[in-house]
């Protein structure tokens, strides 16, 4: 598999899908609910998953693609190159706010995940790693994650998993966020994923997330050190929906064995 072909390619498409998107600042958008009204997709999001699905078809037939909005394969199994996309991660952010988003692609072979981007459209900003050989901000290697003191540690988490919800008792994480330093909340589980890639998060938890949210970012933080599971710390489906733990070494196995409890 020429890796460095598919890389090649692959950044040169975020580039154009990026320029697209800002273009799109300017005009109407049209807006859908999917499941509710917090469940929302826009013209832009589909635009742009058949953007990369046409140029991934053409340039690599044999390639598949699970892609948020559907318009991809229907992607039973992992064997050989999947491609999975998410055409915009933050949907809701880029409805209210024009930033907070990002285009986010794993791909993986035969399962194992090869290569990882998050693009920061508005801030130029490319996160993007090979297996194997780092994990990059825009042609700046990232330097490998180190151990943090959970009272020093910033973590992202969504207020919905301290209220009551549908996933988790809401009284299992507020002791952990007592014990941290400070807790924030962006709306892009793929930008979270960069910024613990960066250090600028030390941990990143959710209750439930589809395999386009976490299949870029999870190759990215693996490049770095950083560690990725379920919040029980078990590995990841990739074609299922999980809970997910993103964090650095350490913190990780703390907040497992501390703090989260079945
Ligand atoms: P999206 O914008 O691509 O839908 C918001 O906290 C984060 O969770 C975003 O990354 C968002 O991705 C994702 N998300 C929103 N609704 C979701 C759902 N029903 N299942 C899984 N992930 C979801
Ligand atoms: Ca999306």
Redesign the pocket.
């Known amino acids: 598999m020429n890796w460095e072909h598919i890389d090649e390619c692959a950044r040169k498409w975020l580039k154009e899908a990026g320029v697209r998107i800002r273009e799109t600042f300017e005009q109407q958008l049209t807006v859908q609910m999917?499941?509710n009204r917090?469940?929302?997709?826009t013209n832009v999001?589909k635009e742009t998953e058949q953007f990369f699905i046409e140029r991934i078809k053409e340039t690599f037939p044999e390639h598949r693609v699970l892609g948020?909005e559907g318009f991809g394969d229907d992607v039973g199994a992992l064997d050989g190159v999947v491609w999975i996309i998410?055409p915009?991660?933050?949907?809701?952010?880029?409805i209210h706010q024009q930033r907070n988003?990002a285009i986010?692609i794993g791909v993986f072979h035969d399962g194992i995940g090869q290569l990882g981007y998050i693009y920061d459209v508005v801030h130029d900003e490319l996160y993007y790693a090979q297996k194997g050989k780092g994990a990059f901000l825009n042609g700046r290697p990232l330097p490998r994650l180190q151990p943090v003191e959970i009272s020093e540690a910033i973590i992202s988490l969504?207020t919905?998993w301290v209220i009551e919800n549908a996933r988790i008792d809401p009284s299992v994480l507020a002791p952990l966020v007592k014990a941290v330093r400070g807790t924030r909340?962006?709306?892009?589980?793929?930008?979270?994923m960069a910024y613990v890639a960066t250090g600028r998060l030390d941990a990143y938890i959710?209750m439930?997330?589809?395999p386009?949210?976490f299949a870029g970012g999870l190759v990215i933080v693996e490049e770095v050190g950083g560690i990725v599971t379920n919040v029980y710390g078990e590995p990841l489906q990739l074609l299922g929906?999980n809970s997910v733990l993103v964090a650095k070494p350490g913190l990780h196995e703390q907040i497992v064995t501390k703090y989260i409890r079945k």
């Open positions: 999917k499941s917090k469940d929302l997709v999001d948020e998410d915009i991660d933050g949907t809701m952010n880029f988003f986010s969504n919905t909340s962006y709306g892009s589980a793929a930008l979270e959710t439930r997330l589809s386009w949210d929906q």
